[in-house]
Each structure stands twice: as C-alpha cells, then as structure tokens.
C-alpha cells in the first residue's frame, strides 16, 4: 500500500485529483467506481475546476455505483445516485447512460446485486475504485462482518452507520436500515484503490485499518492485501507516521 500523508484536506483533494486525472489522460474510458460521502467531495469539486479548461476528458469514462439505500428511487432526496449525480456527474458532464447503478428501487434487489456484478465482470473489473473509510471500517457499505469474497448484495446497516448517516438526512429515524453495496471481492480486485481518509475522527479506525489483523470485523483491513492501494489521509487522521512512513525518514 502506498500511504501518502498530506498537510490538510484540501491538499489531500489535490493530491487525490492528481490521480485521477493522471488515470484518465492514460486510460479515457476507465471503470471507476465512485464513493458519496463527504471526504472525496473536495476531490470531485477539484476534478470539476479541470473539466472547465478541458483538462480532463469524461466523454469515454463507464461509472458504477458504490452503494444504495433500499427502497429509494434516484429522486428520492436521500438516494446516493442523487448524490453522486449532484457531486460527480453533474460537474464532470457525465450522463446517466454512462454509469451502472444499484438499483434500490428494483423490484428484486438481490437479482439486481447479480446483474450489477455481471455487469462489473464483463467489463473487465473496476480500473479505480474511490473509496472512504467508514467510521466503523466499511468500505461502501460492506458492514462488518463483511467477508474479503462477499458478493454485491443487501445489507443492513450497523447502528453506527445509520447514526453516522443521520447527519445527512435530519435525523436518525430518516436513515434507511437497509441498503444495497458493491461487494467486496470485486472491489478488492480493481486495478487501483484510492482510498481517502480526512480528519482526527477516523483515526482509531485507520490505525486498525493499516495496522490490525485483516478481519470481516473491520472490512477495510482486507486493503491490505489488495493488489494496488494509494491511501491519502491528511494529518489530523494520522495519529502518528506509520511504522514504513517512520523508517523511510
Ligand atoms: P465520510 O463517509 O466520507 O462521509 O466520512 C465515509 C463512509 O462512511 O464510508
């Protein structure tokens, strides 16, 4: 895993579009798939500032979707596809018919979570996948216990998910309990993982991220066995340098 450190968020939103913009100058019609949340929004925002003076080109790119609330059409004001609309696809000009969603109004969720991981396969595979780290080490919603081979499906949410999420929606009672998630087996495998991590309150969880034992209890630990990892955190989610960042000073 590459860890880089920066000095604060908005640096960090740099650095992460850097990367991204790296990406698609080489590979235009990339497969990303994408994180709401509010951590990679400075990095979307970044990304956006470059589409204007057509530093980077989103007309070839294929998006998928990282998760769902079930039950929730796209309108609905709480559905994560309205989110990454209004954060990523929007801004970057990318229209609907270039992204695969996760269906939360499908009248079956679960042939739906099939579909979509047909789908991620005929592709070849996500190229990047933008991810956060949840407060209790999710990535999507991969609650834990999530399995490093579990497949796209539904979910419940941990009750720390739905308080995490609570300040999003106007209150807890608001939150689905339910929810669909690309699963953890194909987000592994992508090609590259970014994987953003911003301020003092995720620090437990990213030490037992990078430094626990790799266990279904804290589904982020699995990152450390994925094939290519770029973790950018700035400092407040460092609770100290790493031991390989320490040993290179
Ligand atoms: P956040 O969410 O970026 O809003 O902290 C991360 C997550 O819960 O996956």
């Known amino acids: 895993m590459d860890l880089v450190v920066e000095r604060d968020y908005p640096t960090l939103s740099q650095a992460a579009a850097d990367l991204v913009a790296d990406l698609l100058t080489v590979k235009p019609d990339a497969r990303l798939v994408v994180a709401t949340g509010e951590t990679p929004l400075g990095l979307y925002r970044n990304l956006a500032d470059r589409k204007g003076p057509g530093e980077v080109d989103t007309s070839r790119l294929r ?7 079930l039950g929730l059409t796209v309108d609905d004001s709480r559905s994560l596809y309205r989110w990454m609309r209004e954060a990523f696809l929007e801004p970057l ?11 939360g109004d499908a009248a079956s969720p679960s042939e739906a979570c099939r579909e979509y991981d047909q789908a991620i396969e005929r592709a070849g595979g996500y190229d990047l996948a933008i991810l956060g780290l949840g407060p209790n080490g999710h990535l999507g919603f991969n609650e834990p216990p999530s399995d490093a081979d579990a497949p796209t499906r539904v979910v419940t949410l941990t009750p720390e998910s739905v308080r995490s999420n609570a300040r999003y929606w106007g209150g807890e009672d608001r939150v689905p309990r339910q929810a669909l998630t690309a699963g953890m087996k194909h987000l592994l495998a992508a090609r590259h993982i970014l994987l953003l991590v911003s301020g003092q309150g ?7 991220t990078l430094e ?3 266990t279904p209890e804290v589904p982020a630990s699995f990152l450390q066995r994925a094939p290519r990892v770029t973790m950018i955190a700035d400092r407040d989610a460092m609770a100290a340098p790493p031991l390989s960042v320490a040993d290179e000073a």
């Open 212 to 214: 626990g034992p790799m």
């Open 202 to 208: 995720k620090r437990e969880i990213l030490a037992r």
């Open 93 to 103: 000009a990318i229209p609907d018919h270039q992204v695969t969603r996760l269906p």
């Open 63 to 69: 998006v998928f979707q990282l998760d769902e609330y």
